[in-house]
């Protein structure tokens, strides 16, 4: 059963620590992308990435970092550095050529 | 930056009534998407428009591009409880390998 797959589904964050959140995908799509969604608030896009071991920053990706090592992980850890990581996180990829993306089932990042 | 505007931002209808949601995008664009997101779920494609004044129609849902390729409005005919959810509408720039989305309409539903 082919798809994209976000762990966990909810995850809890203490002050001034590091957490990652998982993306994986078995469609065998060369790119992949990080939103953040928060409360009626539209997606922002935090990075995205074209082919493995190359990734662009999006439009906050302040706070935020990435990974591409393999064509169907790509992992966002976020930093101490982000000040207000409590979001709905999405990620998504698709084929080259293909403008329509799939989306994983999220995670929710909330702080303790 | 390229900016794409979405209104109205909530929408509640009794059931049975139309709905529509509109788009704006500060440039011009290659390619609009339309995405439907229920309640506690992630964004589902449902459309792509890409000729400029084009109309899709999948069953009572009517999406339409602008002639100048700078809005589209998605229209929903007779709306039933499965409708609720969010639209966002996402706009394809040329050369750009990234979608800008609207901020989305919240569909609700009086049955």
């Known amino acids: 059963d082919g798809g994209i797959t976000q762990s966990p589904k909810y995850l809890f964050r203490k002050e001034g620590q590091n957490v990652t959140l998982s993306c994986e995908q078995n469609l065998n799509h060369d790119a992949m992308y990080w939103y953040r969604q928060d409360p009626g608030q539209g997606l922002r896009l935090i990075y995205y990435s074209q082919i493995v071991n190359d990734f662009q920053k999006g439009d906050i990706a302040e706070g935020y970092s990435v990974s591409r090592e393999k064509k169907e992980s790509f992992p966002l850890t976020v930093t101490s550095a982000q000040k207000n990581p409590t979001a709905f996180y999405l990620c998504?990829?698709?084929?080259?050529?293909?403008?329509?993306?799939?989306f994983g089932s999220g995670t929710q990042l909330s702080v303790l | 930056g390229q900016q794409v505007m979405q209104i109205p931002q909530y929408q509640h209808v009794q059931e049975g009534e139309d709905f529509t949601t509109y788009c704006n995008s500060s440039t011009t664009l290659s390619n609009i998407q339309w995405y439907k997101q229920r309640p506690g779920g992630h964004p589902v494609f449902l459309i792509q428009?890409?000729?400029?004044?084009e109309v899709k129609k999948q069953k009572r849902l009517t999406f339409q591009f602008g002639e100048a390729k700078k809005n589209s409005s998605l229209h929903i005919t007779a709306t039933q409880t499965t409708d609720v959810g969010t639209y966002f509408c996402a706009g394809g720039v040329q050369g750009a390998q990234k979608l800008v989305f609207g901020q989305g309409t919240r569909l609700t539903i009086n049955p």
């Open positions: 998504a990829s698709r084929y080259r050529g293909d403008e329509k993306l799939f």
């Open positions: 428009l890409v000729k400029s004044g």
